[in-house]
């Protein structure tokens, strides 16, 4: 049900949205000079009335300000032939423009009325239903677009065949008076605006209008594509795959960051190691050097401290001594004993040698002083 009353919502919003677009299409048509002039100068209107472009571009704006409200009157004054002269001098003409005016301006407050009730409506449509409003939205806008294009489908294919009859029918159905049925020999209105010209206005009316429907039919085709349920799962199942893959990615990324960190962590240690055992080892060769000189130098000085106490004892027996032997008595000497002479000493002179030279007397040195010399 709420469905049904969004969608119903959005297609009579749609319908009011292309009469929008339809009429102001006419507006702008109507209000391009470059377009009039180009009309006037195609069908060679200025060279058959007597009458430049420039005038006639200005007596059709003329009538199209008087028809949208902004002229008080269709009055203006132009040259024909070389000499100054009202355009629209025939009544008829302005009591037809009267008809023509409150015609458009009775579309026109039609068309602003419809503006605000085209937006409360798919205002409401939306708020229906919120979460799927732009389906919704969508799909009475193409429900909208299928009513509209149908009538003018039918109306636009009656004027590419017959446009007189067309218009004629138009004029019978809004204009209930013969006030536009012009004597071409007295009016200079249906002159300057043979059907022709209205034929291109309503041709490029249906080409503006109908490049803008277009995007929008295109618009909402995209939004029912998009709000399918066909299109959700596959939507979900590529945000999947991509999720996936991106996740793999980003899993391999960091597996290789880890990967490089823990490498250069490891070789930052290993250069920390390194260099703690590096500064480990110069400590320890320098203890090892420093404990070597300091047992180098203890040996040496135990050597001197030996020599020292060697000299020191030295010295002290030298001088104990010295100090004793002053102190000391020759032992008494004992009795020598005679030794008797041998036989041949016997025999031997007296004070001669046994080889017959004269003996020397020794000296005797005794280290204990008992003997002198």
């Not at 049904?4 to 507006?27: K, Q």
């Not at 039918?154 to 065949?161: E, I, K, N, Q």
């Not at 080409?207 to 998009?226: P, Q, R």
């Not at 004793?324 to 020598?336: D, E, I």
């Amino acid at each position: 049900m709420r469905k049904l009353i969004s969608v119903g919502m959005a297609t009579l919003a749609s319908i009011l949205l292309i009469f929008v677009v339809v009429f102001t299409s006419i507006g702008v048509v109507i209000n391009d000079e470059t377009f009039v002039n180009n009309e006037f100068t195609k069908l060679a209107i200025g060279s058959k009335m007597g009458i430049s472009n420039t005038d006639l571009v200005a007596s059709f704006n003329r009538l199209v300000d008087y028809m949208e409200g902004n002229a008080p009157d269709i009055n203006v004054t132009v040259t024909v032939n070389g000499a100054p002269a009202q355009m629209f001098d025939y009544p008829q003409e302005a009591e037809h423009m009267v008809d023509v005016q409150k015609l458009y301006t009775t579309i026109a407050s039609y068309r602003d009325v419809s503006v605000l009730v085209m937006l409360i409506l798919f205002l409401f449509a939306a708020v229906v239903n919120f979460r799927k409003a732009p389906q919704y939205l969508a799909q009475g806008y193409l429900s909208g677009s299928f009513v509209f294009l149908l009538v003018f489908g039918f109306v636009g294919t009656w004027a590419a065949l017959d446009f007189s009859n067309f218009w004629t029918f138009f004029h019978e159905m809004f204009f209930w008076n013969d006030l536009w049925l012009f004597d071409g020999t007295q009016s200079r209105m249906i002159n300057m605006l043979p059907e022709k010209i209205f034929s291109d206005i309503i041709g490029h009316v249906g080409l503006y209008s109908g490049i803008v429907i277009a995007v929008l039919i295109a618009l909402s085709i995209v939004a029912l594509v998009l709000a399918s349920d066909g299109y959700k799962r596959n939507r979900a199942i590529a945000v999947a795959r991509k999720k996936a893959r991106d996740s793999a990615t980003a899993a391999r990324k960091k597996a290789r960051d880890d990967a490089r960190k823990t490498l250069e962590e490891e070789k930052r240690l290993a250069e920390k190691r390194a260099r703690i055992a590096a500064n480990k080892a110069r400590k320890q060769a320098a203890a090892e050097t420093a404990a070597g000189e300091a047992e180098q130098e203890r040996l040496r000085e135990e050597k001197r401290a030996k020599k020292r106490a060697a000299a020191q004892a030295a010295a002290q027996a030298a001088a104990q001594s010295a100090a004793q032997q002053p102190q000391q008595k020759p032992a008494p000497a004992a009795p020598a004993r005679e030794a008797r002479p041998t036989r041949a000493e016997q025999s031997a002179p007296k004070g001669a040698n046994p080889a017959g030279k004269p003996q020397k007397k020794k000296n005797v040195h005794d280290d204990t002083g008992f003997l002198d010399d």
